[in-house]
């Protein structure tokens, strides 16, 4: 399994959980959609023909990569998250980036 699908369970099991019933239908559902859609959207471009469509859904799942960031530091300020757990969510994150990041330049590069 990849780190994308990986990132989507921690947030599912360690993250959601935290969070308050009154938000379940505003910040807590942001941040589950924004959580697997960034693998979706990549499974999605994966199945496209061309190397173009390909680099349209990454871009797409790391645009829902930096809305699972923020609103992470949102859930944290907010105190729906503890400091240990942002931080380990935060580095998780991180590491999904920089591999999204080299993926898309090596994906424009074959152009």
């Known amino acids: ?5 990986k990132l989507t369970l921690f947030v599912y ?9 009154s938000e379940q239908y ?3 559902s942001q941040v589950k959609r924004a959580a697997y859609s960034i693998p979706l959207n ?3 471009g994966c199945g496209r ?3 173009k469509d390909f680099a349209h859904f990454l871009d797409t799942s790391f645009g829902s990569l930096q809305e699972l960031e923020y609103a992470s530091l949102l859930a944290f300020d907010l105190k729906y998250i503890e400091r240990e757990l942002y931080d380990r969510l ?3 994150i991180e590491k999904v980036k920089a591999k999204l990041i080299n993926l898309i330049k090596a994906v424009r590069k074959e152009r």
């Open 1 to 5: 399994m990849g780190k994308s699908p």
């Open 13 to 21: 099991k360690e993250v959601l959980t935290c969070f308050p019933q």
């Open 26 to 28: 505003d910040l807590k």
């Open 42 to 44: 990549f499974v999605e």
């Open 49 to 51: 023909n061309t190397d």
């Open 90 to 92: 935060s580095t998780f």
